[in-house]
């Protein structure tokens, strides 16, 4: 099963994509934003690829409302799944997340590094935010900012951590 995570007053909250296509999905994201009085525009849906494509008519409405409660959109693990371009650009995303099994090789296999380089070209081609996922060198970030990526994820920059030690850790750096 895929699992993909709403945040939620710090708290990872994860629905599956079976959840997402549920009838009543929408409602449930409505009564949580509700519930817990968290702004809509911090928070964002990723998805998968597999869950978007899967029933996608469907897919881009329920994508539709949840925008228009404020949400945004970020489709994970991009270019590993079975995209239509022509429905990919129908989708309300504002991110796409380049999937780290093409960051990793980015030095040492030309393919890699072009399909990078071509997902970057038409992630700002299409107005989206591009995230490269599984930077762990200094030399792929440069890659990547070399080719227009202006957002990364991976060991490089921090290791996970349990989300009360990095609870901590935000708070006490905006204290000093």
């Not at 699992?3 to 296509?21: E, R």
């Not at 817990?36 to 869950?51: M, V, Y």
Request: proline residues 3%; glycine residues 6%; hydrophobic residues 40%.
């Amino acid at each position: 099963m895929i699992w993909t995570d709403i945040y939620i007053n710090h708290c990872k909250t994860p629905f599956s994509a079976g959840q997402f296509k549920e009838i009543d999905f929408v409602e449930r994201v409505q009564a949580i934003l509700a519930e817990t009085g968290a702004p809509p525009e911090c928070l964002k849906l990723e998805l998968t690829e597999s869950t978007v494509f899967d029933q996608v008519e469907e897919t881009i409405e329920k994508m539709k409302q949840i925008k228009a409660l404020g949400l945004t959109f970020s489709m994970d693990d991009f270019g590993t799944g079975y995209s239509s371009l022509q429905y990919f650009k129908r989708l309300p995303l504002d991110q796409i997340k380049i999937d780290q099994s093409f960051v990793r090789d980015i030095h040492r296999d030309a393919e890699d590094a072009a399909i990078v380089k071509t997902i970057i070209a038409m992630g700002k081609a299409l107005k989206l935010q591009v995230i490269a996922e599984g930077v762990e060198t200094v030399e792929q970030q440069n890659f990547l900012t070399d080719n227009g990526c202006e957002a990364f994820q991976g060991y490089l920059f921090c290791r996970p951590k349990a989300a009360a030690e990095l609870t901590e850790q935000l708070l006490s750096a905006t204290t000093t």
